[in-house]
């Protein structure tokens, strides 16, 4: 079955910690998305791929980075800038631009303690 | 800036009954608009789209109606089921260099009470 998967699905992290969220998918999807979920703000765009080795900038980059080394692949990093880390983080991916829907992983919860 | 608006936090409907989930948006250059819709501790699915060039697609118990000159879309589910509950998020795409990201309003929970 081709999908999404992310990992962990909870994750804890200590103040001043980097840590890095896992994202693969097997839909040979070429773009990829990470969002951010907190509680009355909807998804807001953190990072996107549209091809290997190439990235931008969403709305709420600050504190995040991500890499493109694989088609499959696209992990993200919490890094110890971020100063609001805990959330729900979504990654999706989707073969031409969202005209055909994003299809999504079902996420990880990370809990900054 | 927020872009894409859904101003009702939540909606509650009987069995049976049509549930109408309403997405405002300010961005004129917006061309798609998706509908998705989300479990809790789950990743949004895709509902159904529309776009600018259309005013109305409709798929099974799904519709949804694209109002452009008044930047306002919205999702027809008739008739509603307790399986319905969820939260709802409109979204919108631009395309362009913009091709791909999309940006989603703040959701929208839906009850449907048997």
């Known amino acids: 079955d081709g999908g999404i998967t992310q990992s962990p699905k909870y994750l804890f992290r200590k103040e001043g910690q980097n840590v890095t969220l896992s994202c693969e998918q097997n839909l040979n999807h070429d773009a990829m998305y990470w969002y951010r979920q907190d509680p009355g703000q909807g998804l807001r765009l953190i990072y996107y791929?549209?091809?290997?080795?190439?990235?931008q900038k969403g709305d709420i980059a600050e504190g995040y980075s991500v890499s493109r080394e694989k088609k499959e692949s696209f992990p993200l990093t919490v890094t110890s800038a971020q100063k609001n880390p805990t959330a729900f983080y979504l990654c999706a991916s989707s073969k031409t631009g969202g005209m055909d829907g994003y299809t999504f992983g079902s996420g990880t919860r990370l809990t900054v303690v | 800036d927020q872009q894409v608006k859904q101003n009702s936090p939540s909606l509650s409907v009987q069995e049976g009954r049509i549930s109408i989930l309403n997405c405002d948006y300010t961005n004129s250059m917006f061309d798609y608009f998706l509908w998705y819709k989300k479990y809790p501790a789950e990743g949004p699915t895709f509902l159904i789209s529309i776009s600018s060039i259309k005013d109305k697609n409709e798929d099974g118990r799904f519709t949804v109606f694209l109002n452009k000159s008044a930047k306002h879309l919205s999702l027809h589910i008739v008739p509603s089921q307790p399986g319905d509950s969820a939260v709802y998020f409109c979204a919108a795409e631009t395309g362009g260099t913009s091709y791909g990201k999309l940006t989603f309003g703040q959701g929208t929970i839906l009850t449907v009470h048997p």
């Open positions: 791929s549209q091809i290997v080795n190439d990235f």
